[in-house]
């Protein structure tokens, strides 16, 4: 549950008004929702973005990621972290805040050329700031499609058990095939996205992690997906990126049956967003488009 501006301990106010001065209004934006308190904070002088959340809670790594991830990137990319602090148990950073619209994905949109070029100047960026973040560990920890093939859930796709076996076997050699050393911020989606007078934006680096450089196009191929292109149309806009270019075919393969499987797992869990479902029929398709054709 996402926390008002007035709802904030007062110790926890002032705290951030004595890093940018008096909060005039708070708005708080429609997306987002891995912190407990996220806001636009209207100033005397201007505006940030602040996001907040208890510093006991499970997500708590991702915004003190974002706070270590944030001074490597360049400038104009992702909006500057001002700030960062904690009080009475709670950890609040202060952002600066970025205009702009949300992208449109899809088929002929165009905002899908400057999308693409603002992907590709990922693999130029630094992995320092994530030594012990990588996608790879990530994905070692939920091996899905193993553990369905010991116990289906009753509702497993049919061409998914017929091809668990397959699964199981790509999933098992993906996270040593999405492992690198690139800084990856591997939630690209339109709401990480701000567009203004066509400069991009990228927002919410809290899943930043190190990997394959091509890891991040991947995603966005079920993301122009979700929004109308067929797979091919979709994987034609990844090859723009010299990244995704020199992906090995196995590796984007495999990277699409394991994103199938942690994205069906997730939507049979709690922690299920109303998006979810239909993210993982996008990703079904996908998978489904590159194991038959491999």
């Known amino acids: 549950m996402r926390h008002e501006w007035d709802a904030l301990p ?20 429609e997306m987002g929702c891995s912190s407990e308190f996220s806001a636009t904070l209207q100033l005397q002088h201007g505006r940030v973005f602040c996001k907040g959340i ?14 270590a991830v944030n001074p490597l990137l360049p400038r104009g990319l992702a909006p500057r972290l001002l700030w960062h602090l904690e009080v009475d148990g709670w950890l609040m950073l202060g952002f ?10 899809s088929p ?25 973040r990588s996608i790879s560990a990530r994905w ?20 998914e058990a017929e091809h668990l076996p397959r699964l199981v076997e790509m999933e098992a050699a993906a996270h040593e095939l999405v492992d690198g050393n690139a800084l990856l911020h591997t939630d690209l989606q339109p709401g990480n996205f701000l567009i203004e007078d066509g400069e991009v934006t990228v927002i919410d680096w809290a899943w930043a992690s190190r990997g394959a450089a091509w890891v991040d196009p991947a ?14 149309s979709a994987e034609s806009w ?15 393969t495999a990277f699409a049956a394991t994103v199938l499987g942690l994205w069906a797992h997730k939507t049979r869990s709690a922690a ?21 054709a491999a």
Request: proline share 10%; charged share 20%; with cysteine.
């Open 238 to 252: 990844a090859s723009q990126i010299p990244a995704w270019r020199e992906a090995p075919t196995t590796a984007v």
């Open 10 to 29: 007062q110790s926890v106010r002032t705290a951030v008004e004595q890093q940018c001065g008096l909060v005039l209004k708070a708005e708080i934006p």
């Open 272 to 292: 299920a967003r109303p998006h979810s479902a239909q993210l993982t029929a996008v990703a079904r398709v996908w998978a489904r488009h590159r194991v038959e």
């Open 54 to 67: 208890r510093a006991d809670n499970a997500a708590a790594w991702m915004h003190r990621n974002e706070a």
């Open 96 to 105: 600066e805040h970025a205009a702009g619209r949300h992208p449109d994905l």
């Open 140 to 159: 070692s920890r939920l091996p899905v499609w193993r553990q369905y093939a010991q116990a289906p859930p009753p509702d497993l796709d049919p061409w």
């Open 219 to 232: 995603f966005m191929v079920i993301r122009l997906m979700a929004a109308g292109h067929s797979p091919g």
């Open 108 to 132: 002929d949109s165009d905002d899908l050329a400057p999308v693409a070029e603002t992907v590709a100047a990922f693999q130029r960026l630094p992995s320092s700031a994530v030594p012990n």
